[in-house]
């Protein structure tokens, strides 16, 4: 009786997800099963058109939620507060952690730009270490981050579709701090961008602080907004329970 009940054990052992990592280079790209993570964030974009210049705010509030192992569920939904306070966005997304570093996701909703549009998109959120304190990221693995789909099209009046390349390098400073760095090569329809950001993130077991610092980066049609004629600046919490 004692062999079985020790086999059992092990069995179950094996079977449950190991706790989840402190340090974000660790974490898997999906939540363990069972757990929630609420996302909320803070916006503020700068866009410079033609010699004006305008400063637009919002609210994210996002959530996800992982049913089963390496399956991963969310929705996230975005609200203008100025210059007019107005409906942004409403995105639900679905995720497999198909490696250790790799999962595919889907994401359909809502968007609202000069027109309400369907929206779709299918992205590749990859972490993969190259040492105990260097990986190489790409898209990152929350409902909020429908942005780094690698295909996506905005669906009807104005149709719109784009291709993203989402590169960057994730460093481990501390079990603690982390610093990502963001580039890559953006194709939307005639214009084309190499965005560059960072992401800071102070991580503890259940809470994460963090801010994050992105430019547009256009370069092309010639007569476009400029490379730093657009840039954001969040600030974000996310809480797993």
């Known amino acids: 009786m004692g062999l079985l009940t020790s086999a059992h054990a092990a069995f179950a052992d094996d079977e449950a997800a190991p706790e989840y990592p402190v340090p974000l280079i660790d974490r898997p790209l999906a939540l363990n099963p ?3 993570q609420l996302f909320g964030a803070f916006d503020i974009t700068h866009v410079s058109v033609a010699g004006v210049s305008a400063n637009a705010t919002a609210l994210n509030i996002s959530g996800d939620y992982s049913p089963l192992r390496h399956v991963q569920l969310g929705a996230s939904f975005g609200i203008q507060l100025s210059p007019d306070a107005d409906f942004g966005y409403a995105v639900a997304s679905g995720q497999y952690e198909f490696f250790k ?7 359909i909703g809502v968007s609202n730009a000069s027109d309400v549009q369907a929206y779709v998109g299918a992205g590749l959120p990859l972490r ?7 990986a190489f990221v790409s898209s990152r693995p929350y409902a909020w981050a429908f942005e780094d789909d690698i295909v996506s099209a905005r ?8 291709f993203n390349l989402p ?10 701090v982390s610093a990502t760095l963001h580039s890559g090569f953006r194709e939307r329809d005639s214009a084309s961008f190499v965005p560059f950001g960072v992401d800071v993130m102070l991580e ?7 801010a994050m610092f992105d430019v547009g980066g256009q370069f092309r049609p010639d007569g476009g907004p400029g490379y730093f004629d657009e840039f954001r600046f969040r600030v974000f919490t996310q809480i797993r329970v």
């Open 34 to 36: 069972g757990t929630f």
């Open 101 to 107: 570093f790799a999962a595919i996701r889907v994401d």
């Open 128 to 134: 993969l270490k190259l040492t105990n304190l260097v």
């Open 155 to 162: 669906l009807g009046n104005g149709s719109t579709t784009e």
């Open 167 to 176: 590169l960057g390098l994730l460093f481990q400073f501390t079990p603690r």
């Open 204 to 210: 503890t077991g259940h809470i994460d602080l963090g």
